[in-house]
Structures are given as structure tokens and as C-alpha cells.
């Protein structure tokens, strides 16, 4: 865990973690890594998401109930982990205030960027300090070079390095994270629909993914993720292989992921921001 965290609970033992919960296997890696180390923690499980056992059930539009769930337990820190799709005005209805709270953000922001800012002030504004999970599991950051038994050869070294500043810019234009590169050409960007989707249309034989975190990303809220789906989505479409930045993404199930791509003959490697 980080230093700045332990040194905040050798001088408040009392400090207790909120983990507010989607979807995936990340939010039960935390809940494991708590127990482990005597961390006092409650989960809130954001319901149409989460798939942990949760102390407290919450829409993710009924903000003041979660916010009044955290105080009585006393809770002085939140991780927001697992994924969730972008709220609607069905998920959002009936809490007034959390309507009204992102139909600002949205009206001011041209992208996800400003409207998590916009979060993390409104979380901060409730008296709780927001955590990334990359403080307590750093192991699950993307490390330097493979992870696979395959590297990628020399001769796609530019067109990697065209890739990634490709991805550096689209994040900076706060419209994604992830491009793919093919013969040496930017074929997809990421859009709203995420990663996922543009892999599913766009993916074909021989491209590689590019993911790279946000420039103005705010780390402790929205890391860029791979992991075994991706892997296999890449692979469905007989990619070459997925390049992803280096302490600056996280990586799920590092084991499952690297077999997957091992299978279909794919790289998956990390790399430093900054052109290789």
C-alpha cells in the first residue's frame, strides 16, 4: 500500500476505507488486501453492477443515501473501482440532487474527464478523501515490457511509437483512451463506447491496440484497464497484439490475460510514456 496511506493510519488507527463497488474482480482483490492487512473498510455495492457481497446496496443516482451510509459507518477514505456504464436519467432519478449535480457537469463538460473532476469535488465537498486502488494493490499496474512470452519484433518499434502519442493526443482531446494502429496508420479511435466496442468493429489481423492514460486523467478515479476480455476480444479478431502504458494502467488478472494472448500467439507489453 502506499507510504502516504500507512503513515496516515499509524496516526489515526481508526481510519476506515469506503469501497464503492461496480462491476468485475477488482472491488473483491481490495476487499481480499483489507483483510489481509486489518484495513477497516465497508463496501457499497452499486446495484445493476457489482457482483461483491456489498454491506449497502445503492443505485448510482442516489448519492445522499451512499454519502449518509459512509458517515454513519464513519468512513474517512472512498475507492471508487469497477466498472460502470455512464449514468442515465433512469439510473440518476429520484435523488433531486445527484440529477441535478451531473446534469451540470455534463453541461459544462465536453468529456469524461471534467465530469469526474467534477465528482471528485462534489466527493471531497462530502469530507472524504478520494483513493486510487493502484495505493493499496499497486501490483496491478501495467509493468515495463512483456508480459507474454512473444515481444513484438523491432520493426514495429515506430509504429508503436506512432500509436502511443496517437493515444496520448486522443486522451488529451478528453475523447479516449485506446487507438489502433495498422501498417503504420491510426485505423480507430476510441469513442463513447469504450475500448470494447471499437476492438469488436474495428479489430482485424495483424493491428495492434494502443491504451494510454489521459494526459489531465485523474488517477485516482479512472485508471485505464486491460485485462483477460480484452486479451480475448483482440484475439477474436486475430490482433497483433496490445501495447499499454507502463504504471499507468491497470492490469487485471495478469496471469489469465498473458495466457490468453499466449494462446493466440499475441504480445501484450508495456511502455514508459514517452517515445521508445
Same mark, same amino acid.
Given at each position: ?101 451531473? *446534469?451540470? !457537469?455534463?453541461? +459544462?463538460?465536453? /468529456? ?5 473532476? @467534477?465528482?471528485? $469535488? ?110 480475448? *476480444?483482440? !484475439?477474436?479478431? +486475430?490482433?497483433? /497484439? ?5 504504471? @499507468?494502467?491497470? $492490469? ?25
Amino acid at each position: 500500500m502506499s507510504a502516504e496511506w500507512q503513515a496516515r493510519l499509524n496516526q489515526n488507527p481508526a481510519m476506515k476505507l469506503g469501497i464503492i463497488a461496480g462491476g468485475g474482480s477488482l472491488p473483491s482483490q481490495l476487499v481480499d488486501h483489507c483483510q489481509k492487512h486489518n484495513i477497516e473498510y465497508v463496501v457499497v455495492g452499486l446495484e445493476g453492477f457489482a457482483e461483491i457481497e456489498s454491506d449497502f446496496y445503492s443505485r448510482i443516482g442516489l448519492a445522499n443515501k451512499i454519502f449518509l451510509f459512509l458517515d454513519i459507518k464513519k468512513v474517512t477514505d472512498v475507492v471508487l473501482i469497477g466498472s460502470v456504464e455512464r449514468p442515465t436519467i433512469q439510473n440518476l432519478w429520484p435523488d433531486w440532487e445527484t440529477f441535478i449535480f451531473f *446534469l451540470k !457537469a455534463w453541461l +459544462k463538460s465536453f /468529456g469524461d474527464s471534467r465530469l469526474l473532476d @467534477a465528482a471528485r $469535488l462534489e466527493i471531497e465537498k462530502r469530507g472524504f478523501t478520494v483513493r486510487g486502488v493502484h495505493e493499496f494493490l499497486p501490483e496491478l499496474l501495467m509493468p515495463e515490457g512483456a508480459i507474454t512470452k512473444i515481444m513484438p519484433a523491432p520493426k514495429f518499434d515506430d509504429e508503436i511509437e506512432l500509436g502511443f502519442i496517437a493515444a496520448k493526443k486522443h486522451g488529451e482531446a478528453d475523447k479516449g483512451q485506446s487507438v489502433i494502429i495498422l501498417n503504420g496508420n491510426v485505423i480507430a479511435r476510441e469513442g463513447k463506447s469504450g475500448t470494447s466496442a471499437m476492438i469488436r468493429e474495428h479489430g482485424r489481423k495483424g493491428a495492434i491496440l494502443v491504451k494510454a492514460c489521459k494526459p489531465q486523467q485523474d488517477r485516482n478515479l479512472d485508471l485505464p484497464t486491460i485485462g483477460p476480455e480484452t486479451a480475448q *476480444l483482440c !484475439a477474436n479478431r +486475430k490482433m497483433r /497484439g496490445i501495447i499499454a502504458e507502463a504504471g @499507468a494502467t491497470l $492490469l487485471v488478472d495478469r496471469a489469465k490475460t498473458a495466457q490468453i494472448a499466449d494462446q493466440h500467439q499475441m504480445f501484450i507489453m508495456g511502455i514508459k510514456n514517452e517515445p521508445i
